[in-house]
């Protein structure tokens, strides 16, 4: 169960998805229980598995190693379907953790989507306009 606090017109939400299942979300709406359909399947996404530590490298002779926070291709995800805004990364670009690195509307709200280590940008998979489901890679963090 996902748990979201939101804010619309100065009017305060306690959103409990309980179930998604194809086009229906199950859902409270401060305890009021609700069944909504959406225009359009939502895919299920997999709970992502933690990737093992890289093995220490050694330097070579006369050089040295730099030590990255960031795991093997880590991941920045949309925790909300919405609409990217805008996006403040390029591939090569370095981030810190907690940097803002894609805008998402979501439910008529701005949202930073912040990066959750530091590192290196890999990959960017989205661009300015895109639609997104819960859970969509935006951002590869190497």
């Known amino acids: 169960m996902k748990n979201y606090k939101l804010k619309i017109n100065g009017n305060e939400y306690n959103v409990d998805i309980n179930e998604v299942e194809g086009q229906e979300i199950k859902l ?64 090569g670009d370095t981030v810190k953790e907690g940097q803002t690195v894609v805008l998402l509307e979501a439910m008529k709200m701005e949202n930073n989507i912040e990066a959750d280590v530091a590192g290196t940008v890999k990959e960017v998979k989205v661009r300015k306009g895109d639609s997104v489901l819960e859970g969509d890679v935006l951002v590869v963090i190497g």
Do not use: H, M
Request: aromatic share 4%; no cysteine.
């Open 28 to 91: 409270d709406v401060n305890g009021t229980p609700y069944v909504v359909t959406v225009d359009q399947e939502i895919k299920q996404q997999r709970k992502p598995v933690a990737a093992a530590p890289r093995p220490q490298v050694a330097p070579a002779a006369g050089g040295s190693v730099q030590k990255s926070n960031a795991p093997a291709g880590s991941k920045v995800t949309t925790p909300l379907p919405g609409t990217i805004l805008d996006v403040f990364v390029n591939v």
